[in-house]
């Protein structure tokens, strides 16, 4: 009787998706639309919502920084800026010159033999390798000079990171005050901080260094505190149990075990500081990232050879880190007193190999830099030969490239720019509200509401929402790109191991060096830096998402292939879904790193908050400039939080 009443119990009809969260967020959308085409641009931002005179203030406010100061007795503020800044100028200053007293015979020894040394003759070859691309492209000077401003950023970003980093690993309370401080320096562009640092540090390689640390410090941070956090509890409980000391838990267990991860944080936080020297470059950092800048109007030719200069330099030392650390673990090597012996005197003989080869420089008469005949002005030309091809309307690349960029702009950009900022504001921020709410909750519609009326309250609105279209439309092509080919690359290993040298080129070429290929495929205007963010986000999503989906556990894969599944089945009713983490935290570094790149669009004609941060640099409008990166950091807080908060929902329920 129980199971036959068991039986009759009707079961409940599975709820159509049209009543789900993707019902409600088309019911928003569409409503949006229908307020669009009803009212569109009859209800702008209401000027009584704006603080118009914010930006005269802010003016009036670095004006009298300025001259604070610069009088003869200056406050205790201005005299610890204008000390740090001093020191990170002559701390720069004194590498460089450093390196330059070697001689350029000496430097190249040193590097070659120290990597010999530490990580073996293939790394080594590679730093040979490098050193002949600084030296034939004439760039022996400016790659020092960035060489200085890396080691002087990564130095000091290890020396505040990696404390942090063990703090947060070791208290809770900490990491919970500090992950949202971290995240801030992550969401917001480089290019939006650049006018406070300006501020503060004036003009030059102090400015620089101090830029690169706010975007160097925080994988430290985090890396770190995942190292630690990493270490097995038994293994510290019992070195407590043993009357270790927390210290020497610490010495003696934690930072060891987690020696690995500590590596990691070093190789990332340089291939970080690497990635901001063309920023740097705007605000007086020198080297190649100076040449990148000065060159995207005058000399695009001379701009993409820095660049691809700084990607050998970013490869370089990305492989030698890697080969040092493998080469030093503890735990794969096996020292005995005569290998230690020997090592040692390996030691001694590289030593005097680098003294012998700066003595012999100086013999020989040999100059700080690179002296001897390049192969500069031919490959310049022919790196110009290429742009001026491609430029050429009479080419069938251009008949291919100039369609796309005139449909991007006709049936993407244009509608929904015009969409965004010429739908009533009420419907949009109370729209763009709701669908947070719907996507991550309600702490996602809370930060996207106050975010937008942020936005409107200090006069940004409309390129606000021009930006919010153009980061839509580049992340809409980032991920038709990324997820696909990301998860190809986790279902087979050839073509992962393909991708690989793609991706380590797209990942370490600078941002701003991407546009300048797009200015010549398409007309200068707001697709050059749309499709530099594609290509600049692609590969992060492609490798979060290949890693989520093969680190999806084999036991549901083992029991899906018993149930006869095939593997398209497989794939996308067990492994997709099951990687769903990694996925959305690949959507939402992409939509950051597109926001970083499209922002930095602005200086090529991609106008609205880019723009205004750029010509506040240019023409010292330091109120437009710090109104245009506070704005951008609105839209990057409210994207992040979107994307982010069903992820830390579910992770906060497991």
Partial sequence: MVAHAAGRVAVPAPRPWWRGRVGAVLAITLGMVIAFF???????????????????????????????????????????????????????????????????????????????????????????????????????????????LTIASVSLALAIGLPLGVLAGRSDRFQSFVTPVLDAMQIVPAFAYLMPIVILFSVGPGAAVATTLIYAIPPAIRITSLGIRGVPMNTVEAAEAMGSTRRQTLTKVQLPMARRMLLLAVNQ?????????????????????????????????????????IVVMAIALDRSTEAMANRTDPTQRHLTDAKRRRLHLYTLACAAGVGLAVGLGYLFGAASSWTHPTIEDWLLRQVQSVLDYIQNPSTFIFHITSPIGNFLVQYFLTPLSNFFVQTPWPAMVFGLAGIAFFISGRRAAVTTLLMLLMIGVINEWEPAMETLSQVLV??????????????????????????????????????????????????????PGVLAAVLYASPVVIRLVDAGVRDVSSHPVEAADSFGATRLQTLTKVKIPLAQDAIMLGVNQGIIMVLAVVVIGGLVGSGALGYQVAQGLQQSLFGQGLLASLAILALGIALDRVTQGRRRKRIELT
């Fill in 269 to 309: 936080t340089i291939l970080f500081a690497l990635s901001m020297v063309v920023i740097a470059g705007l605000i007086g950092g020198q080297g190649l990232g100076d040449v990148v800048t000065s060159g995207l109007y005058s000399n695009p030719a001379q701009a993409i050879v820095a660049g691809a200069a």
């Fill in 38 to 148: 009803g009212w569109k641009n009859q209800v702008p931002w209401p000027a009584s919502l704006t603080w118009n005179s914010l930006a005269g203030y802010l003016d009036n406010f670095q004006t009298w920084l300025s001259d604070s100061r610069n009088v003869p007795d200056p406050s205790f503020f201005f005299v610890a800026f204008n000390g740090i800044a001093t020191f990170l100028d002559d701390l720069v200053g004194w590498i460089t010159s450093f390196f330059f007293k070697l001689t350029w015979v000496g430097t190249a020894a040193l590097g070659t033999l120290v990597v010999l040394r530490y990580g073996g003759r293939r790394a080594a070859l590679g730093v040979v390798a490098a050193f002949a691309v600084f030296a034939l492209t004439g760039l022996w000077e400016p790659s020092v000079q960035t060489f200085s």
């Fill in 474 to 527: 580049a992340i809409l092509f980032t991920l038709i790109i990324g997820i696909p080919l990301g998860v190809w690359a986790a279902e087979s290993t050839r073509v992962r191991k393909a991708m690989r040298p793609v991706l380590d080129v797209l990942q370490t070429l600078p941002q701003l060096v991407y546009i300048i290929p797009f200015i010549y495929l398409m007309p200068v205007s707001i697709v």
